[in-house]
């Protein structure tokens, strides 16, 4: 009972640290100090100021809003300015021409009735004097008068109006045909003129005048003249109207037209010793500057983006075929190394308020991506890219609150990514410097590039200043990174090449400990690992990784090193004298032997569970054979086979199958390359039918490129020795004794 809580303990820890909760409570933990962090990049900075106070320093606009009652003014001076829109009716002059001849007409008309009625009064005279019975009545001239004046009157003002003299009136019916033709004519001509211009209400006096000065006649009597000008003077009417649905139309359309007022973001709005007038101080309100009120809207949209950022890293972080997807200890890592990161980029964008040119491209954002390309892999440093500079480009807004600092947004993120191509997966000291400096190169060409394409070029001096803080800025990161790698790798468990250079040196004590108590096992280690190695490079894994597990992978070894056979050397095999279930059970215990002396000497996981993965449940076949030839009933193979797991990983794999191809091929007798090739090719048949390769994800395509690359590197070891001459055959075979 006093063991059991230890190992309850070990395994509630475990289940804790895997548990999916702990990932989202990371990823949490990031969107608060983010949206922190942020904040001051967002909200605008309150002013406590009153009007007719004057400003102690310039304020900008920290967005750009619209300034609607500017926006009205404006618009209602426009209206204003459009006057009223007139129409040219072009067709009133045929009107009043029209109205000229039926006046003359009509004076013909009733010219020639009174003609008639005289001619039958002469009639009925003549038949007076003939017959003394009829009596006429005749009229006398003055009432003939004014009767044609009346019909004339009501007749012209059912059509016109009665604006016509009785002088003008008898003055035409008093004249000849011909007179009457010639003054419709010039009349009608003079009203033509006048009317084809343009005649508003304004001009109407005017254009009276004109046509009469127009008509101007010697053949005719002046009193003819004078009803003709009367008659002209009459006809002309306004052409040029008021349209008040046009001018309705047009205002309309101009105050559409008119562009809203903006006060724009980064716009000065009052400069430094400047008083307060009303309109400053409602600009100020208008951007929410003043104390005043709470707005709301900057706290939503700050948090929505925050949600937005992290829900794309935990995406990345559950979709993509990195560690992160299921290694929880990675994630912490990552996870302080991206708070890491974005503190670095909101301390320099605080430093930028000490007002000196550049210094903001001092920040050493690549330290993140080279992290990352180190611990974890490229891809990561190479998706945090993105995500950095859009954080970076909101830290640097320093002249407006809530906007997108594109220029550094680009900067770093040219930064960070050409760390993590120029970098690589090497952790070498040198490997790092010389990024270091590839990455002050992109920095310098990056500053360059944006200055250049301002507007207004600056100096040589100011880019100096550019240009030295962005080669600062990949020195302090390559230093940063050579810093912090160390602890990353104690403090997580990571295996980098540096560490697994040191694991590989021979004198590490378990090393030692191998090559003293089991030298045939530290034999077969060495020759396993150059197998795997050029395995594991050819599909594209970790080759240095893959050496180092198979040098560590019989540890267990040690702990009963002549039960395997590697190990006896002129001594009997302990095997014949026990039974075959106790052989099994002697020799699938030393992975987990192994396994547990690794982590007793805080060796990394992965060296750890290839160690305790090597053998996957393989089935131990010598020793199952013999027991069912001793037994009279045919026992189970299960009780034969290592207990697993299955490797998980390819590396693991390739090791499986090295271990397995050295420990055969050193049984072929006079090896040769198609004896090899054939059984290396069994070997890996025989395990992929007996499923030890399902859960690591190695392809067909993989196993024959590890099968061709053991087939080489073991071609290498077991080469042709040379046959020399018969008379020298002692001295040949002296010299092939000492090869081998």
Not at 450 to 460: N, R
Request: overall charge negative.
């Amino acid at each position: 009972m006093g063991k059991s809580k230890p190992i309850d303990q070990y395994q509630w820890w475990k289940r804790l640290r895997e548990s999916r909760y702990i990932r989202f409570t990371l990823l949490a933990i990031m969107g608060v100090l983010l949206y922190i962090l942020m904040l001051g990049n967002i909200i605008p900075d309150k002013i406590d100021i009153q009007l007719s106070q004057a400003i102690e320093q310039d304020i900008r606009s920290p967005i750009t809003v619209e300034h609607k009652a500017a926006t009205e003014e404006r618009r209602k001076e426009a209206v204003a300015a459009i006057g009223p829109v007139y129409d040219l009716k072009q067709e009133y002059s045929q009107n009043q021409v029209g109205k000229v001849t039926d006046i003359f007409e009509l004076i013909r008309q009733v010219a020639a009735d009174y003609e008639a009625e005289q001619e039958d009064l002469r009639k009925q005279q003549e038949e007076l004097e003939e017959g003394e019975e009829l009596e006429v009545e005749i009229p006398s001239e003055e009432e003939v008068r004014e009767e044609q004046l009346a019909y004339i009157h009501e007749t012209l003002a059912i059509g016109t109006s009665n604006d016509l003299s009785d002088e003008t009136i008898v003055t035409l019916l008093e004249s000849s045909d011909s007179q009457l033709q010639i003054a419709q004519e010039a009349t009608a001509n003079a009203v033509f003129d006048i009317m084809n211009e343009q005649i508003s209400i304004r001009d109407l006096g005017e254009k009276k005048d004109q046509v009469e000065d127009s008509i101007d006649l010697p053949t005719l009597s002046n009193r003819l003249v004078n009803a003709m000008k009367e008659i002209a003077s009459f006809a002309i009417i306004p052409n040029y109207i008021y349209d008040a649905d046009q001018t309705e139309q047009l205002r309309q359309a101009t105050a559409e037209s008119i562009e809203p007022v903006l006060i724009r973001e980064g716009q000065l709005l009052v400069k430094e010793g400047e008083i307060v007038n009303h309109d400053v101080y409602e600009q100020l309100r208008l951007v929410g500057l003043l104390d005043d009120e709470i707005n709301l809207y900057p706290y939503i949209g700050l948090a929505i983006l925050v949600i937005l950022i992290m829900s794309v890293i935990g995406y990345h972080i559950n979709e993509a075929k990195t560690s992160l997807q299921h290694n929880n200890s990675h994630l912490v890592m990552f996870t302080l190394i991206f708070v890491l990161t974005v503190i670095l980029l909101k301390v320099f964008s605080l430093l930028e308020s000490l007002a000196i040119t550049g210094l903001g491209y001092a920040v050493p954002v690549s330290v993140g991506a080279m992290l990352l390309t180190l611990l974890l892999t490229k891809r990561v440093a190479v998706f945090m890219s993105f995500i950095l500079a859009i954080i970076g480009s909101i830290f640097f807004n320093q002249e407006a609150a809530g906007s997108f600092n594109f220029t550094y947004g680009l900067y770093l993120f040219f930064s960070s990514i050409s760390a993590a191509f120029f970098l690589g997966e090497s952790n070498q000291v040198s490997r790092i410097l010389r990024a270091g400096m590839y990455v002050s190169l992109v920095n310098i060409l990056t500053v360059v590039s944006l200055l250049f394409m301002k507007v207004v070029p600056s100096g040589w001096v100011e880019i100096g200043m550019h240009v030295g803080f962005a080669w600062l800025s990949a020195f302090i990161a390559a230093v940063l990174t050579l810093g912090l790698l160390p602890f990353f790798e104690a403090g997580f468990g990571i295996i980098s090449t540096t560490k697994l250079i040191e694991l590989s040196n021979p004198n590490h004590p378990l090393l030692r400990k191998i090559l003293t108590e089991a030298p045939g096992t530290y034999h077969h280690s060495v020759v396993v690992g150059n197998l795997a190695e050029s395995a594991s490079e050819a599909i594209g894994e970790n080759g240095l990784l893959a050496r180092v597990a198979s040098y560590y992978h019989d540890l267990g070894k040690t702990k009963r090193p002549h039960f395997f056979i590697e190990n006896q050397m002129k001594m009997d095999n302990p095997h014949d004298k026990i039974s075959p279930q106790l052989s099994t059970t002697i020799i699938t215990a030393h992975p987990y032997d192994g396994a547990d002396m690794l982590r007793e000497h805080k060796m990394p996981k992965e060296i750890i569970d290839i160690a305790e993965q090597h053998h996957g449940t393989s089935l131990l076949k010598f020793f199952y054979h013999k027991a069912n030839q001793d037994s009279e009933t045919q026992l189970p193979e299960t009780q034969f086979r290592y207990p697993g797991p299955k490797s998980q990983t390819k590396v693991g794999s390739i090791v499986q199958i090295a271990d397995s191809v050295e420990a055969a091929v050193r049984s072929i007798s006079k090896p040769t390359p198609d004896k090899i090739v054939n059984l290396v090719r069994k070997i890996i048949k025989d395990k992929l039918e007996d499923g030890q390769f399902d859960e690591s994800d190695l392809t067909l395509r993989e196993l024959d490129q590890v099968a061709i690359s053991i087939c080489e590197t073991l071609k290498g070891t077991f080469h042709q020795r040379i046959e020399y001459p018969d008379d020298e055959k002692k001295k040949g075979d002296k010299k092939n004794e000492n090869d081998d």
